[in-house]
């Protein structure tokens, strides 16, 4: 079992900037991956960026070149760093890890979530 707790989620005016932590407790030496996900009232979730334990990170098209994906293993954490905010990008946000990768069908455990809401 892997526990995730997440946090820095609130409000921020259009062009700001926020940054969410999520850390793993439990039985974590089995995940090698681990990302964010997203959903917007309304829409589906989304993967918003993933990052492996022994690897590169990857983003969706949508987030590209303004959110950063990082992790800092000492404390099992992992990061979204977004910045360049935009109304769109309002949604809960979840954390999530996963033993091969952090896809739909790969999510092991998911976060409860942190609201962001970002206003025009």
């Known amino acids: 079992q892997v526990h995730l707790v997440e946090s820095g989620g609130g409000s921020v005016q259009a062009g700001g900037a926020l940054t969410l932590s999520c850390a793993a407790s439990?039985?974590?030496?089995?995940?090698?991956?681990m990302g964010w996900y997203r959903q917007a009232p309304g829409k589906q979730r989304e993967l918003v960026a993933g990052?492996?334990?022994?690897?590169?990170?990857s983003y969706s098209d949508s987030v590209k070149g303004r959110f950063t994906i990082s992790r800092d293993s000492a404390k099992n954490t992992v990061y979204l760093q977004m910045n360049s905010l935009k109304p769109e990008d309002t949604a809960v946000y979840y954390c999530?890890?996963?033993?091969?990768?952090?896809?739909?069908?790969?999510?092991?455990?998911w976060g409860q979530g942190t609201q962001v809401t970002v206003s025009s």
């Open positions: 990052i492996l334990v022994h690897g590169g990170a």
């Open positions: 999530v890890v996963g033993r091969v990768s952090v896809s739909r069908a790969g999510v092991d455990y």
């Open positions: 439990g039985s974590i030496s089995s995940i090698n991956a």
